[in-house]
């Protein structure tokens, strides 16, 4: 494997409690930078001048990789996205979370379909538009999961993946098979670990779970991937805490 530490960023919805005004989201960047990493996904964000995020980013050395946005705006807003990811130098965003619910195999080729035209519009713009899974995205109609239609209904072009370890294993799928089936197709990866709690399934640091992450990290280069993305939705402490352990982790042992 050949992979950088300057690739491995922070999705900083694991932080979205201490980033509901500018000042926390700037003292947040320090502490991110300090943890070792040199990008961010921006996701979870109070409200904030662009230019001002701009220079808060460009003050900690901290390079905008991506970002979350709504469907409901990315599909209502698609210029408003625009403006604000060229004000950070953004280069690629994700669809985080189906904004409309599908019932069968028809409402999921209308998704991709939309999801295709908007994808077109920002690679216009010079943004890559690409998809982040959950579990549902694992329901299957006429025997196909919905991402497999969504993926074969768009196009490579206009619609990339962003996988997520965590769901994807939370679906019943297998992470290194979806990875594989996006060569190409992959520039973000969110790496998410899974374990067990007094019972309960639960996400965990990277390396303190139960996932395999050398064969996904070697699936991952091989196909392609550009940006490898920590994230934590829930921690079980301090939240800078668990991002500092999974980049320890992932630093020490593959990057």
Request: with cysteine; proline share 4%.
């Amino acid at each position: 494997m050949k992979l950088c530490k300057k690739n491995l960023a922070a999705q900083l919805y694991t932080i979205r409690e201490y980033t509901k005004t500018p000042k926390d989201i700037a003292e947040s960047m320090k502490k991110i930078k300090a943890i070792g990493y040199d990008a961010v996904q921006i996701s979870g964000l109070g409200p904030i001048d662009n230019k001002e995020l701009a220079n808060i980013l460009d003050g900690e050395g901290l390079v905008c990789c991506a970002s979350h946005d709504s469907g409901a705006l990315l599909f209502d807003k698609t210029d408003e996205v625009i403006e604000r990811l060229h004000a950070v130098k953004c280069p690629y965003t994700a669809y985080p979370y189906p904004h409309i619910k599908w019932n069968n195999e028809e409402d999921c080729l209308k998704l991709a379909a939309g999801l295709n035209e908007v994808g077109a519009r920002l690679k216009a713009a010079g943004i890559t538009l690409c998809y982040h899974n959950h579990a549902l995205e694992f329901e299957k109609f006429n025997g196909r999961t919905v991402l497999d239609i969504l993926y074969s209904a768009s196009t490579a072009e206009n619609l990339k993946g962003e996988p997520d370890t965590y769901w994807v294993q939370q679906g019943g799928a297998n992470p290194v098979t979806w990875i594989r089936k996006l060569s190409g197709r992959l520039p973000l990866l969110h790496l998410k670990d899974s374990g067990f709690r007094d019972g309960k399934q639960i996400m965990t640091e990277i390396g303190s779970g139960n996932l395999e992450w050398k064969p996904i990290l070697e699936a991952a280069d091989e196909a392609g991937c550009l940006w490898y993305i920590v994230e934590q939705d829930v921690c079980p402490g301090c939240p800078f805490d668990s991002l500092k352990m999974s980049y320890d982790y992932l630093s020490e042992n593959f990057f």
